[in-house]
């Protein structure tokens, strides 16, 4: 089976989540199995009842009809990704989740709280950030200069973050202008670090979410939907509308609500991993198919990682499905949400 172009099974003693990325492969249903063939070939089987999610990612892939109503009847998403590995159409079956959860959402959006929670988002975001920069600090064979660069930048944060929880929100009219400018200042710090330590290729001129020109960016960008697959999947299971979103504005097409809650996790789940992979993305001049089953690897192992949570280790995957239950519960009148803070 040619893993680095065909399809990629994101647990390897468990396969939950399944990316297809070779054109002209096809996918059916033979039992409780799903099969999938290239060229008459068949190159992967699974077990039905342990997947989650299936991810096309390129053109010319076909699915029958019963695999696509076996997946409605066992929950599994479908998400069929662009060339950027951006999801732009998602496939699910019927929800069986009260319609009293979304009305809770949408009073909530509307309501002078709701700026709090949008800093709380950005505060966990800008918190990680230091963490990552904390994390590659402690690198025992990093020149001395690089770690002082790494410290001083986490420091600077520091103090952003001081200024965002000693803010009043609520009093605040133009609050989503003043919040998005912390998180603007804090990312110029975080940026700027990186390229001057060579933790980015040498091309990486800055963050561009639209451009996919250098590598880095576009491994970036292909992380970021592989990440907001993973919050989409857990804010359907929750039962909230993934189009209203509390930081992020509502426009025709952008889930909002998966942006808000991706904060928090880009910079350890996404950033970190992309850096790690430099040396390795230093010698390509585009993501290719091994690059990016480089990254989806890195990315999967970390998504079935035990990690610290409430005083017990509980995988990343439970630890998205919980953040966005802690959200519905808040939006209910219930409990407080506190973003996810990752130990470096």
Known sequence: MDTETLCHSTEKTSMKHLTLSEQGSSCKLQGERILVFNKDHMVFEGTLNRLKTISIAKQGVTLTS??????????????????????????QGGLH????VRENQFKYIYTKE????????????????S??????????????????????????????VSNITETNWIKLQDWRFTLLGFEGSAAKIYWETVKEVNLVCSDFEGRRPRVNKDITNSML???????????????????????????HTSKPGKPSLVLDLMEEFRPWCADRIIFKLRARAQKQNELTPALKKALIDEMANLYAKPLPYHKRRISLESIIQRQVYHLSAVFSGEGKYKGYLFKW
């Not at 019963?66 to 496939?91: E, P, T």
């Not at 989740?97 to 009293?100: L, N």
């Not at 709701?114 to 709380?120: F, I, K, V």
């Open 66 to 91: 019963n695999l696509l109503v076996a997946c409605a009847m066992r929950g599994i998403q479908i998400f069929i990704l662009d060339y950027s590995g951006k999801a732009v159409c998602s496939l």
């Open 97 to 100: 989740r009260t319609a009293k």
């Open 114 to 129: 709701a700026s709090n929670m949008a800093a709380r988002f950005i505060l966990a975001k800008i918190k990680n950030q």
């Open 131 to 160: 963490a990552v920069l904390k994390y590659f600090a402690k690198a025992k064979n990093r020149p001395e200069n690089e770690k002082i660069i790494l410290h001083t930048a986490s420091q600077k944060i520091a103090g952003i």
């Open 221 to 247: 960008n292909y992380a970021y939907s592989i990440l907001s697959s993973w919050v989409w999947q857990a804010i359907t299971n929750a039962g909230l509308e993934l189009y209203a979103g509390i930081l």
